[in-house]
């Protein structure tokens, strides 16, 4: 994976202290229409003690004073959701990728840190301080708060859904009825809640297939969640349904003799019937051409895709290619389209305290992200990558700078040296990791006989970090998640925002809202104007 490290790496910074430096934004901005004046990037010179770290900042200032402002509307829009992907994560995954090159890791950064269109996003559902995702992703998806557990409806709403009762219009719904192609991408199953949101209205996340719909839901007439992915295409009560949808969760749409769940009929088969080319293995996946426009399904597996550490990629295509894919398809559509790509299984590891493969499935969602801004034009497209919600995970115990961020603490040297330092005791006597949960199944030991935690166990991926309150699986968290915006409009990714506002913020860059239009309005005045006085 090629993923932009800072300007700096961790060798850089062992500049002399006397060492003249010169500074200029790591941004390329030659040729690009939008590029900031050229007195804007003038370079500066330091020398003597600190002249790395004020070099350090003046590129990250001039990487600001250089940053585009797009107003243009935007013809496609991508967001990409890493469930669970709270701040703490971020820092632990930019720190390990830096690592991962032989770097310290802490002034790293990822793909999308660089973009600079930030905001924290407030999480709570219309019912929860701490939510789950199938509200908090029904927040992007429709633009309106729901309660935890529902699928793109009004809140408090339970059966009337599905008795012909008023449902907000998803993303995915908005762009189809206006001649957009869509797409969903997913390392979770298909049905799992945050993709569902995108296509599905449902009172519980939990009714994927048929067979898990209770007895008042059929009598209500409700439709599973994976019937209503196929439904896209077979209704078309808003455009033609999905052209691309890749995942997980195969046994929501087959039936119980095929291998899956469904007692009705086997929904690939029906996608099949409608023209749509059905592949559920990588060999199958990578012989397709992503110029044909038959609308593309494709089921990797029974239940979740593999975590990065476990994926066989002669068995999984990667995050990164299953979302190069739905670009290359999606950008036949002259139109545009509208694509929601997520990487589900950051929040498994974590619900599992397993620090390895939640930073390891963040940096494969990393990858995909850097995939995508380097198949589009920033012109045309928008680029939100953001998070569900958080989880109870923290970066703490002062361990040096470049300790590993998997590993023990290890403290810096009482003696400003280099020099190594054996692992920093709790109160127990015991060493700790840097990484840590609040809650979860794995309690630390107490008791004089416990033994203490070695390097070599600690960094074995199968490792699960230590809680302090015993539960059966860790849980979300309430704090904020970070947005990252890039493309038409990012600027309006700022500040703190309710996370429905991001719905907002990419209707307006496609120029659906009513702010847009009276931008427009405006804009169209301001040229008549204009005319009038050059008569």
Known sequence: ????????????????????????????????????????????????????????????????????????????????????????????????????????????????????????????????????????????????????????????????????????????????????????????????????????????????????LPADAVAAGCTDIAAQLIGTREAAAYGDGLEVALGGGRAAFVTADQGGQRQDRDLTAAWSDLGGVYVEDADSFRALDAQDDAPVLGLFTRSHLSYELDRDPAEEPSLAELTAFAIERLSQDEDGYYLMVEAGRVDHAHHGTNAARALNDALAFAEAVETAEGLVDLDDTLILVTSDHGHVFTIAGYPRRGNPILGLVHPPAPNLTDAPTPPLPAQDGRPYTTLGYHNGAVLRPRGADAEPLTQEQVLDPDYRQEVAIPMGSETHSGDDVIAFAVGPWAHLVDGTMEQHTLHHVITHAYGWSATAAMIEADDDADEDEGEDDDD
């Open 1 to 212: 994976m090629i993923i932009r490290a800072a300007l700096f790496s961790a060798s850089a910074l062992t500049l002399a202290a006397c060492q003249t430096v010169t500074v200029q934004s790591d941004i390329d901005w030659s040729g690009r229409d939008d590029a900031a004046p050229e007195a804007v990037a003038a370079p500066a010179e330091f020398d003597g003690p600190g002249a790395d770290w004020r070099t350090l900042a003046q590129s990250e200032i001039l990487d600001r004073l250089n940053r585009p402002r797009r107003e243009g509307q935007a013809r496609n829009v991508i967001v990409f959701i890493a469930d669970g992907m709270s701040p703490a994560t971020i820092t632990a995954t930019r720190i390990l990728d830096g690592q991962n090159r032989g770097e310290t890791g802490e002034e790293n950064y990822l793909p999308f840190e660089r973009w600079g269109h930030t905001a924290l996003i407030k999480t709570y559902s219309e019912n929860a301080q701490v939510p789950d995702s199938a509200a908090t992703a029904t927040a992007i998806h429709t633009g309106v708060k729901t309660h935890s557990g529902a699928i793109s409806v009004y809140a408090r709403d339970t059966l009337e859904p599905c008795q012909g009762g008023p449902v907000p219009q998803t993303l995915v719904e908005m762009a189809e009825a206006r001649g957009l192609s869509t797409g969903i991408v997913s390392s979770a199953r298909l049905t799992h809640a945050t993709p569902a949101t995108a296509y599905a209205h449902i009172t519980s996340r939990n009714w994927e297939s048929d067979a898990s």
